[in-house]
Nanobody, 123 residues
Framework: QVQLVESGGGLVQAGGSLRLSCAAS????????VGWYRQAPGKEREFVAA????????YYADSVKGRFTISRDNAKNTVYLQMNSLKPEDTAVYYC????????????????WGSGTLVTVSS
């Protein structure tokens, strides 16, 4: 059974930072492209960032470019999302996603999803 488990969410003041982690089991993690999505209250699911399986290609939503950084450590089966200069509009449940096709992470039609971790940014 493939599992993706997010962690690192919590309550933070505007301007602060958090680092989210996505730990994988049940698959060869280094062969999968990984992305992050989020869903804010009352809004549709939104793409945040993606990283290719070798970590050489990354892609960010315009809303987080320059503030968020996605990275991975394949030896630890983990992908990270470093979030700096957080804003109240970043408040959402953040989901980790994995697929063997990079473009799938942009479309949101992916093989595997985590159950999410909540990030709340106060003003």
């Amino acid at each position: 059974q493939v599992q993706l488990v997010e962690s690192g969410g919590g309550l933070v003041q505007a301007g602060g930072s958090l680092r989210l982690s996505c730990a994988a089991s049940g698959l060869t993690f280094s062969m999968y492209h990984v992305g992050w999505y989020r869903q804010a209250p009352g809004k549709e699911r939104e793409f945040v960032a993606a990283i290719s399986w070798r970590g050489r290609n990354t892609y960010y939503a315009d809303s987080v470019k320059g503030r968020f950084t996605i990275s991975r450590d394949n030896a630890k089966n983990t992908v990270y999302l470093q979030m700096n200069s957080l804003k109240p509009e970043d408040t959402a449940v953040y989901y980790c996603a994995a697929d063997d096709t990079y473009s799938a992470l942009i479309s949101g039609i992916v093989d595997y999803w985590g159950s999410g971790t909540l990030v709340t940014v106060s003003s």
